[in-house]
């Protein structure tokens, strides 16, 4: 069975606390990140490389779930529209304040709502394919940070966070 995204949105989203570690090194065991140096740094990352890069990982989910659950694929639009509605009433009218505020790019903005969104249906679909790319940058969110690019060549390279 599904599960349920205004869960995940309740329980996770609501308690990011937006950009607060920004500039900081994660503290985390086992992990390894090139670190962006500010958020001019980040605007010039976050362009159509990294886009196609979270696109491809996406699609493979959405590949895998139309191969091998194709009834519960079905409710993949259904699932995507209460999740952009939970997501554009709630959390990302702070994450749009911020951007503005600091007169970033939108692209800012269309990173953040993609990663949220994709997190989401992660979560969603856990119960038939494991949480894995996108889920891994939404912890970073929660961490109070930003991911923003991809260096070295996919799968290969490492992540590129502020």
């Known amino acids: 069975m599904l599960k349920s995204v205004n869960e995940f949105y309740d329980e996770r989203i609501t308690k990011i606390d937006w950009f607060s570690n920004c500039g900081r090194q994660i503290d985390k065991a086992g992990t ?24 491809q990982i996406r699609n493979r989910l959405t590949s895998s779930l139309h191969e091998n659950f194709r009834q519960e694929y079905r409710e993949w639009n259904k699932i995507t529209i209460q999740a952009k ?43 038939y394919i494991q949480p894995g790319f ?26 590129l966070v502020f």
Do not use: R
């Open 32 to 55: 390894k990140f090139v670190y962006a140096k500010n958020w001019g740094d980040v605007e010039k990352n976050i362009n159509s490389n990294w886009d196609n890069l979270k696109l």
């Open 85 to 127: 509605k939970l997501l554009s009433e709630g959390e990302l009218k702070k994450v749009s304040t911020f951007i503005q505020d600091n007169n970033l790019k939108t692209s800012v903005y269309d990173s953040i709502e993609w990663d949220l969104l994709t997190a989401m249906m992660e979560y969603a679909y856990s119960p």
């Open 134 to 159: 996108h889920t891994e940058l939404f912890e970073l969110y929660e961490f109070g940070h930003i991911p923003c690019g991809w260096k070295g060549k996919s799968p290969e390279g490492t992540l």
